[in-house]
Every structure is written in structure tokens, then in C-alpha cells.
């Protein structure tokens, strides 16, 4: 039966799930059987495109009188699988057994949790919740969810990420109960998520299959957020028609062609920038923030060499309806402070947390660096870039007549026939020694290439170094009365963890968007 979705395709499929058999050898001896699959290619221990199998990383948790882990070796044929205890488990002779796979799905034996994050290896499904409640040491496992079959057919993408939104939870903490051998699932009032994240790292070539486990349940507004190796995403939804889950059973959802394009987030430039040491990498929004006085909305700037200038002047001004991008610190509740005396907030007010018109238009999708994460990028970053400079970060640079510093991604080509930059990572001779046209830097740009104008400051209503300064805020303070910030003037490079001034003073504002 076919569903339309709008704008998905909808094919429901529904199967029942395989059988398998385990033994211990340690201790008490248990066998163990799973439910029926005639689909042997979906899975709960492991799914490896041909048939289930148990792997030699798979535990399962039983409790009657104490508890034990058991860790499972796989017999020939993988179908079966010897149990060992593991040591620090204190399972006794017992009336009834209660178990669980896997074996961290529950920490009291009472109550599973179904996580928010889910993991797939070359299109695998693992741990896919089984329970069983038996009065003797044959164990009989019953699925817990059922699956969504997600189809992707797609040319030379390679999927990170796909992130499952419904309109009802989908994950939490559940109780079991169990009629005539069949358990069913009930969400802990307050908790669960209606999100779930699939994690892998794999190429889809023309078409490949991703496994999602979810509770039983009609669902609507099905919404998917599938992100790309290139930082690309694919969001589709919400879905106008319910989506159906049953116990032990799949659903197949089928996306292809037009339904598959892949995308940069609204508002975000190419590059990637890694911001500290764990490897988390950020989008810098298309341009510096502005706010309109008059409409009361926020937007960026159209092109990253723009700034408002000598307007920021009539930040104090009634009649003045057009923008201002040069702002007090934390003012993302207030962006029309400039009174020095004002009291700012104990708790730092970050811009990025409103709707920014060109930039989604929803609120918390943006964020400004923190003072170590701005250190980070300019100090300690690893660049892989053909400039002919060990990690090559940033260069002062006047791009379309107006001065500022050129900041490179993690990994940057600079493009053929554009003047190589001179002075990288260093004392420049003044903004001009890296002059760029806007057609040249309009490539440079593609290749991930990001401008911070040099836009000046402002003290109360009062403007100084227009054009020949960047200063740009960080989201930590320094002291009551100081905010930390990066700075620039063409010849030095103050990056905030030596940097700060007072939070009154009216400085620029460049957000970025976390990727991973």
C-alpha cells in the first residue's frame, strides 16, 4: 500500500522479525529464541545485508535473584550463541528471570530507556530492544519497536547523519508489561524526545538502506533532517499523513530524485572551521548581523564586505527606522542599548538565539564563538590549504574596497589565476597588501573563504575607527564591567583570551552555525 507524504513517498511495508538461539555456559545455562522475521535483511542483534546474526560484541542483562551481564560468543551457524557471565554480576537460581538486549537498555530492571542517538555501520541495524519474562531458563526475546526502513537512492552522497522528528515522543523511559507473552511499552510522564538521530558515515552510491528502531505508535508531522559529508543537508516534511509503527514489524520509507536534494543551511558561507580541540566544526553566517529598528527584525548582511557604518550613529534616535550592526555585549534582548550605565545581564543575552529573517528564521539556530573558541580558530587551528604556509588561518586583505581579515576553512584551495595572499598568519603591510575585486573574491568565497569587515566601534552614539578596525564579540565576559572580543587593526591580532573592553561599547557581531 502506498502513502503520499507531503512532499515524501510513503511505502508501508510489514514483516515479521527471526529466530535465534543462545546458551550459558557459566553458572546457569540459558537458551534463548528471538521472534520470526520472513525479511531476514532487517535485524535486532545485527542486520549485515544477508542474514541476522549474533556478533561477539553483543551482551545481554538478566535479573531474577541479582543480576548478570552475559557476553555472547557466536556459534556456527551465527544464529546461535553461547552466554558467559561477565564478572561483577551476581545472578542466582531464581522463580522468574526477567532479560534485556541489549544489555544497556536498562539500569534497574524495571524500566528501559530507548536513547535519542542511534548507530549505524554500513547500513546495519543494531541493538534493536528485545525483552523477555520467563519462569524457567528458556528464554523467549520479544521485540520491544518496530522499524523505519529508510530508502535512500542517491548519487555519490555520503549521509552522516539522519535526525527523525514526529510529533510525539519517540524515545524516553518506558515501563514493560507484558499480556500473554507480548509486551507493550508505556512512556514515564515528563520523559522522551521526538527526535532521533541516526549516526553513521556512509555512501549511499545509487541506493542504500538506513534503519531507525521506534516505539509503537501512530505518529504525525514526520519530519527528516539527512546531513551530508560536504555539510549539505536534506530536510523533508512535515509529512501530512500519520505514519504507523508496529511492534515486531517495519515501514519502508522510499526517497529519491527531486525528493533528495541536498543543500547548505539557510544563511551559512561554504567553509568549515574547526573551534577547538575535540573537532567541532561551524558554518560563519553569509554576513555580519543587523538589526532594523523600525521592524524590529534581524538579518545579515547581504554580502560579508557590508557594514552599516556611520547610521550606527542613530542608535539612540525615535525617528530612525533602519539598521545598526554595531551592538553593546550580550544586548540580544536589547540590540538599542548604548547607555554605559546600563545594567547589564548576569547570564550572557546571545544574539543568535533570535530569528534572523535570511538566516532560517527560527530562533536558536545561530550562536556567537566563545572567547576560547575565536582563540582557537586563529591560534591553534590545523588548516589543510595550498597557500604555501603551515596552517594557513587568516590574512588582513581590503576585498571590494573595504578593509578586513580574511579568515581560510580547515581545508582551502585557493582558486587559479586569483593572487595568492601574502603575509598569512602575520604582520601585514597595511590592508592593501591583499587586494581583491568583488569578482575575485566572489570565488574565493565559494571555496569557503570568510571576510570580517572592519567596522569600527561605537561608544554611546559617538563612532571611531570606521573601516579601519575589526572588533567582534565573544560570548564570555572578562569582569563586571568588561566583555572579551576579538580585534584587529591590519598590523596586530588580539584574540579575546588577552582581549577585552567595556560591554557598553558598540562592537561587531558574526554568528556561526555548529555542523557536528
Request: net charge negative; aromatic share 12%; hydrophobic share 30%.
Amino acid at each position: 500500500m502506498k502513502r503520499s507524504l507531503l512532499p515524501l513517498l510513503f511505502v508501508i511495508g510489514l514483516i515479521s522479525l527471526t529466530s535465534c538461539k543462545k546458551e550459558q555456559t557459566t553458572g546457569l545455562e540459558f537458551t534463548a529464541t528471538m521472534e520470526e522475521c520472513t525479511d531476514v535483511r532487517n535485524g535486532k542483534t545485527v542486520l549485515n545485508g544477508e542474514y541476522l546474526h549474533w556478533t561477539t560484541d553483543d551482551q545481554v542483562r538478566i535479573y531474577g535473584n541479582g543480576w548478570s551481564d552475559f557476553a555472547v560468543t557466536p556459534l556456527s551457524p551465527a544464529t546461535n550463541a553461547r552466554f558467559t557471565a561477565i564478572e561483577g554480576g551476581s545472578l542466582e537460581q531464581s522463580s522468574t528471570y526477567r532479560a534485556y538486549y541489549p544489555s544497556t537498555l536498562t539500569t534497574d530492571g524495571v524500566t528501559i530507556t530507548l536513547p535519542t542517538t542511534q548507530t549505524s555501520v554500513d547500513g546495519t541495524l543494531r541493538d534493536f530492544p528485545m525483552y523477555t519474562e520467563s519462569t524457567t531458563q528458556q528464554l523467549a526475546f520479544k521485540n520491544l519497536c518496530g522499524v523505519m526502513k529508510l530508502n535512500l537512492q542517491k548519487t555519490g552522497v555520503t549521509v552522516t547523519s539522519i535526525k527523525l522528528t514526529m510529533g510525539s515522543p519517540i524515545n524516553g523511559t518506558y515501563t514493560v508489561s507484558t499480556t500473554n507473552g507480548v509486551p507493550a511499552l508505556s512512556l514515564q510522564s515528563g520523559s522522551g524526545s521526538n527526535t532521533t538521530t541516526l549516526e553513521c558515515n556512509q555512501s549511499i552510491n545509487s541506493a542504500h538502506d538506513f534503519y531507525i528502531y521506534l516505539p509503537e505508535g501512530t505518529y504525525s508531522g514526520l519530519t527528516l533532517e539527512i546531513k551530508a559529508n560536504d555539510g549539505t543537508v536534506c530536510t523533508k516534511g512535515p509529512a501530512t499523513s500519520n505514519v504507523v509503527i508496529e511492534r515486531s514489524k517495519y515501514s519502508t520509507l522510499t526517497l529519491g530524485g527531486d525528493d533528495l536534494i541536498f543543500t547548505r543551511p539557510t544563511g551559512t558561507k561554504s567553509g568549515f572551521f574547526t573551534i577547538n580541540e575535540d573537532g567541532a566544526q561551524v558554518w560563519f553566517s553569509q554576513g555580519n548581523l543587523k538589526y532594523y529598528k523600525g521592524s524590529g527584525k534581524w538579518y545579515f548582511a547581504d554580502e560579508q564586505y557590508y557594514f552599516v557604518g556611520d547610521d550606527n550613529s542613530n542608535i539612540g534616535n525615535n525617528a530612525y527606522t533602519g539598521p545598526i550592526d554595531l551592538f553593546g555585549w550580550s544586548t540580544g534582548n536589547n540590540p538599542t542599548v548604548y547607555d554605559p550605565n546600563w545594567s547589564y545581564p548576569s547570564s550572557f543575552e546571545d544574539w543568535g538565539d533570535n530569528a534572523i529573517d535570511n538566516g532560517g528564521n527560527t530562533a536558536y539556530m545561530w550562536r556567537t564563538l566563545t572567547a576560547a573558541e575565536w582563540t582557537y580558530l586563529f591560534r591553534t587551528r590545523a588548516t589543510n590549504t595550498n597557500l604555501g604556509t603551515t596552517n594557513a588561518r587568516y590574512v588582513a586583505a581590503n576585498v571590494n574596497s573595504r578593509n578586513g581579515l580574511i579568515l581560510f576553512p580547515d581545508n582551502y584551495i585557493h582558486p587559479s589565476g586569483i593572487q595568492t595572499p601574502s603575509y598569512i598568519n602575520g604582520t601585514a603591510n597595511g590592508w592593501s597588501s591583499n587586494n581583491y575585486s568583488s569578482t575575485d573574491w566572489s570565488v574565493m568565497e565559494a571555496a569557503g573563504a570568510v571576510f570580517l569587515p572592519a567596522a569600527g566601534s561605537r561608544s554611546g552614539t559617538s563612532l571611531s575607527n570606521i573601516g579601519s578596525i575589526c572588533q567582534y564579540w565573544s560570548s564570555d565576559e572578562y569582569d563586571g564591567t568588561r566583555a572579551r572580543l576579538l580585534g584587529f587593526n591590519n598590523i596586530n591580532l588580539y584574540t579575546p583570551n588577552t582581549n577585552s573592553i567595556a560591554r557598553s561599547t558598540g562592537c561587531s557581531v558574526r554568528l556561526v552555525m555548529d555542523y557536528n
